[in-house]
């Protein structure tokens, strides 16, 4: 698994911190990137949009959501997990099938991109 480092900007007063280039993610593949101790999965989806999403599987506690199989339920952008194919909304992290489990959510970050770069606001997860 290849980890993106993150380099540390403030851009318009609120802490952004640059992840990567655009260039370096590839349409409906998964790469993860560390913010600080946080690993962070991304996505680019066919529609040009980012999502960053925890990489931590809450139902395996690995590290691997940044490796699962995205796809659509509906109109949501999704991610199923390569553990126990639990599946994920990109856009809000919520369990769409919990696989009979209890429900659990990845954190998810603000995502912009700027000139070509990603970039996820520092400590804003929810």
Known sequence: MTLLEADVTTRDAAPWVRI?????????R?????LGE???ALFLTHEGRVFAVSNLDPYSGAHVISRGIVGT???????????????????TGVCLDTQ????KSLAVWPVAVRDGDVYLKEGARS
């Open 20 to 28: 990567c280039s655009l260039d370096d993610l590839e349409v409906e």
């Open 100 to 103: 009979g489990k209890d429900a």
């Open 38 to 40: 946080d690993q962070v």
């Open 30 to 34: 998964g790469r993860a990137a560390l």
């Open 73 to 91: 339920r509906q109109d949501a952008p999704t991610v199923a997990s390569p553990m126990y194919k639990q599946v994920f909304d990109l856009r």
